[in-house]
């Protein structure tokens, strides 16, 4: 168990997957144990160092949920030159007490309790840790926070181009104020949030054919079925009425019959997007990544490591057009099949 006020610091890359699976299981949050890993992304260029740098979110991803500790940090090199079986030990995990050292094939390891060996380790990692940086900010807000930290800037809102893959459309787009203002919890939300909100999502509709927005057809059904809108938390709003449903849906069939929106809807079969999942590229230097926990409620990831934010921008550029989603013409057809059938049902 970690003790209080301790630390853990890693040198560890993806490969080593029984020390990442260890950080998901062990309670470090309760004893106030900070957990920093250094971690190295290969600076060579092409498919292959993509690949590799996704990997390491890929790894990462279930440990940000779990430990909210963990802060992981990266610099690059050349990996294969650094981790290879002729490496001397490249695997490190330091802690207040003893150093562990660790081959590469993690079958062989050294361990150190030297205090003096400890504070060499230490002094070596702070001076990597002090040019590396941070793979993303994790930001796990209280719902008074969530309000102010989710909204787009202007620069943002107004952007030329906006892509974003949702489970559900993106309703703010296409929600009138009258709905809006009705569903709102006011019992949370003060009355001057209240108005930013209004204001924001106005903002939203009146740049929404600016926003390349795919979604999933089984999200547009749970919509319809509940009322729920997944990307905005159940705090700040009461599920929407059936007819609300409907009239949604029909201003998103009248942005698509007016030209002003092109609906992309997912292949499932093609692609699984989970269901409490956003991701919204304002521009090819930035990538926001909203996860909300059924659990531990919203978490707002800022990627901030350059080939993991082109790799997420540049495939949701890619997806409306690749085979992972229906044709324009096909999408249309669905939207109205699923109007269509919850008109009848509701009525």
């Not at 970690?2 to 080593?16: F, R």
């Not at 500790?69 to 990996?79: E, I, L």
């Not at 009705?182 to 926003?211: C, W």
């Not at 531990?296 to 890619?318: C, M, N, P, R, T």
């Amino acid at each position: 168990m970690p003790k209080k006020t301790g630390h853990i610091k890693l040198m560890v890359q993806p490969e080593y997957q029984y020390i990442f699976d260890c950080l998901t299981s062990i309670d470090f949050n309760r004893n106030n144990t900070l957990v920093e890993a250094i971690i190295v992304f290969d600076k060579n260029e092409g498919h292959k160092s993509t690949t590799y740098n996704l990997n390491i979110l890929q790894k990462l991803v279930p440990i940000l949920f779990q430990c909210e500790v963990f802060h992981p940090y990266y610099v690059y090199d050349n990996v294969d030159t650094l981790f290879n079986n002729t490496s001397m030990l490249p695997f490190k995990i330091i802690t207040s007490d003893f150093v562990l050292t660790i081959s590469y094939e993690q079958d062989k390891a050294v361990l150190y309790n030297s205090q003096d060996m400890v504070a060499l380790t230490c002094d070596n990692f702070q001076k990597s840790l002090s040019v590396a940086n941070p793979i993303c900010h994790t930001f796990h807000p209280t719902p008074e926070e969530y309000l102010q930290s989710t909204f787009l800037s202007d620069e943002e809102i107004n952007a030329e181009e906006v892509h974003e893959l949702f489970y559900q459309p993106c309703f703010p787009s296409f929600c009138p104020e009258s709905i809006l203002m009705d569903r709102l919890n006011t019992d949370i939300i003060p009355p001057e949030m209240q108005g930013v909100i209004a204001d924001y999502f106005a903002k939203i509709r009146s740049k929404y054919s600016s926003h390349s927005i795919s979604f999933t057809l089984e999200g547009l059904n749970l919509f319809m079925e509940t009322g729920r809108v997944t990307e905005i938390p159940d705090f700040m709003y009461t599920y929407l009425t059936p007819p609300q449903r409907l009239a949604l849906l029909k201003n998103i069939i009248n942005s698509v019959e007016d030209g002003s929106f092109t609906p992309r809807i997912v292949r499932s079969g093609k692609l699984s997007v989970p269901s409490p999942i956003c991701i919204c590229a304002p521009s090819e230097q930035k990538v926001v990544i909203y996860y909300f926990s059924p659990n531990k409620g919203q978490y707002i990831f800022h990627l901030q490591e350059l080939s993991l934010v082109h790799a997420f921008h540049d495939f949701l550029v890619y997806l409306p057009e690749s085979s992972m989603v229906y044709s324009e013409e096909e999408s249309k057809e669905l939207l109205h099949s699923v109007y269509e059938k919850y008109k009848n049902l509701y009525n």
